[in-house]
């Protein structure tokens, strides 16, 4: 083979290094390309990554922890900014020139901000909680190295006030009662979007500010009430412990619940460990009245879904079933296991047992439970009593939206109860049980009290005495159940009581019920169930009371003239008086029966009409006639 050329060796070299670089120009283009795609998906990324936290950034801001109501929009428990000053001294070029203008605006004296920022500290606090005008003065002064600080706080402008049911906050975080609750309620929604779109409207120009807020079932009204009631007992009976609640028992809400001794929960951080401890969360031993009614009742429930003769149930021992006694418990809510949105554990754990007499003589109560929590032992009676319906006590009524003064409900926290927990007959005949164990109460209602003692032998040996008193109002398909509870240091007979808790307890029960009432009569706040449900009747008859609460309930007072008054207004001014309310129309009041002047007797039907102001020429007024 002849030699080849080098001139050909060396254009064959030449293209060779032509194509190989056209290749790698190709690859580096591909290269570029994908790495260009791949930098702008890790720029989308990183942009909406930014977009997401400024997103939720601004939600964190939007969910400041929500007020907390009662029915009626009473503040509870709120969330304020406060903003204080603090100071970084090595900012700072000329301490002498901040000092002046500083002392002035924050009212303080220019020696203590010397000592407090002259000592060679490198942040120094310098105020806390300035007013709006302060942070406006500061901020227009423009200090360098002077900075405001700002913090939600949360406050309880009720104070000891139903503060075992709402409890209290450190760091945004509930610590105790429905402020833990709300805790699970905010981590819930968190995430989503404050989309309405998709929500239930509830109602526009709400008080307060935009976010997500808790309305409980307490009444603010009521609650005063129990206040006052307890407070009367303690003073009469120092060194015992006092409780009072009111629940509705077709629902199982909680329109007031108190106890002494109680906290302020703005100053929870001042207080021991007992005061904290809920009273209706804490074991005692059974009164024997109610074991009596729930042996019975398991008696009852032991026959089945048959007819129930109307015979002594002790005779019907041979057919009592210990399996359906047990099975009782459970659907009564006496085992144990409840859970209420207010509390946050178990009942303490504790070694009392039933304090027995020897001389006494024991009854039999098979398998009924010896020790329980005021709270167990409602649950379980209320049930036996309002038919058969499967409630459980609880303070959150639903939790809401606010935007733009206009609110949407989040969640119903109220759910319809199960019926059908006791067998066909068993209610009716719980019913006459309970009749024949308590006695008559004003307004139809019926008083089932007992009293009981127990003891704890370690280190030492210490007596409890306990009583315990339910009220159903009234006895026929109950409305409010008031339960009144006391624990105190050994046995202490009733006739050394100052004043009877269930003497007392009737003397509140017509307010209770009035402001219940008033509360069904809002009929922009009320179903029509709820108003088919409404149980009571203000008659003369019904408000008859023992010589003792006389003077108490039957409280005489002129009628007012409500004239271009609020609905609310008018029924502020009513409050108290036991008298049966009667609404007619929305507005404003423009004509009443009876007139002004009148005197008002407990029992007496008032009639409020009244109309809107006429905005809308389009409007028709409605025509109401005058009450004869």
């Known amino acids: 083979m002849g030699k080849r050329s080098r001139l050909r060796t060396q254009s064959v070299g030449r293209r060779r290094l032509v194509v190989l670089i056209v290749l790698l120009g190709a690859v580096a283009a591909v290269w570029g390309w994908l790495e260009s795609e791949k930098a702008l998906r890790l720029w989308e990324q990183t942009v909406k990554a930014l977009r997401l936290r400024e997103d939720q950034a601004a939600t964190d801001q939007e969910i400041t922890r929500g007020t907390i109501y009662d029915r009626n929009y009473k503040e509870f ?10 100071a970084n001294i090595r900012e700072i070029e000329d301490v002498n020139q901040v000092i002046g203008p500083l002392s002035a605006i924050l009212e303080t004296s220019e020696s203590d901000l010397y000592d407090r920022m002259g000592k060679g500290r490198l942040r120094v606090w310098i105020a806390r909680d300035i007013s709006q005008d302060q942070e406006d003065e500061i901020r227009r002064l423009g200090f360098q190295g002077v900075h405001l600080h700002r913090e939600y706080i949360r406050y309880y402008p009720q104070r000891e006030s139903a503060a075992h049911l709402i409890g209290f906050v450190e760091g945004d975080t509930g610590l105790f009662g429905i402020e833990q609750y709300l805790n699970k309620l905010e981590a819930r929604f968190r995430l989503k979007k404050d989309d309405t779109h998709d929500l239930l409207k509830m109602g526009d120009t709400r008080p307060g500010v935009d976010g997500r807020h808790l309305i409980l079932t307490l009444d603010a009204k009521i609650q005063r009430i129990l206040d006052d009631y307890l407070k009367r007992l303690a003073d009469a009976s120092p060194g015992n412990s006092f409780g009072a609640l009111v629940m509705e028992a077709s629902t199982g809400g909680l329109v007031g619940y108190t106890q002494t001794p109680s906290f302020d929960p703005n100053r929870f951080h001042s207080y021991t460990e007992t005061n904290y401890l809920d009273l209706f969360n804490e074991t005692i031993a059974v009164p024997d009245v109610f074991k009596i009614f729930l042996r019975d009742l398991s008696l009852l429930e032991s026959q089945g879904s048959v007819e129930i003769p109307r015979l002594p149930w ?12 047990l099975q009782l418990w459970n659907k009564l809510g006496a085992d144990g296991n409840l859970q209420f949105d207010f509390i946050t554990g178990p009942p303490p754990e504790t070694s009392a047992v039933p304090f027995k007499r020897e001389l006494e003589k024991q009854l039999n109560f098979e398998t009924v439970p010896e020790m329980q929590t005021p709270l167990e032992l409602l649950t379980s009676l209320t049930r036996a009593l309002n038919g058969g319906y499967e409630i459980t006590p609880h303070g959150a009524k639903r939790f809401v939206l606010r935007k733009n003064q206009q609110e949407y409900l989040l ?31 004003p307004m139809g209602s019926i008083i089932i009290q007992g009293e009981s003692s127990s003891e704890i032998e370690s280190p030492i040996r210490r007596l409890f005495h306990h009583y315990l008193g339910l009220i159903m109002i009234p006895q026929k398909n109950p409305e409010l159940v008031l339960l009144v509870t006391s624990t105190g240091p050994g046995y202490q007979a009733a006739q050394r009581r100052e004043l009877s808790p269930a003497g007392e307890a009737m003397k509140i029960i017509g307010p209770i019920a009035a402001l219940q009432q008033v509360m069904k009569n809002l009929s922009d706040m009320m179903s029509p169930k709820e108003k088919a449900d409404t149980n009571f009747r203000f008659s003369p008859e019904q408000v008859q009371v023992d010589e003792e609460n006389t003077r108490a309930e039957l409280i005489e007072m002129d009628m007012p003239s409500f004239a271009g008054m609020s609905l609310r207004k008018s029924l502020r001014l009513l409050q108290g008086s036991n008298v049966e309310i009667e609404v007619k129309g929305t507005g404003r009041v423009v004509a009443q029966h009876p007139p002004e002047g009148t005197k008002l007797r407990p029992g007496t039907t008032v009639t409020l009409i009244l109309e809107r102001d006429p905005v809308d020429p389009d409007y028709q007024q409605p025509k109401f006639a005058e009450p004869e």
């Open 77 to 86: 428990a709120i969330s304020y900014e406060r903003v204080s000053v603090y």
């Open 314 to 325: 002790s005779v019907a021992a041979e057919q009592r079933k210990l399996g359906a006694q």
């Open 411 to 441: 969640e119903n926290l109220e759910k319809e109860p199960d019926s059908g927990l006791l067998s066909a007959g068993v209610p009716e005949e719980a019913a006459r049980l309970a009749t024949l164990l308590g006695q008559r109460g």
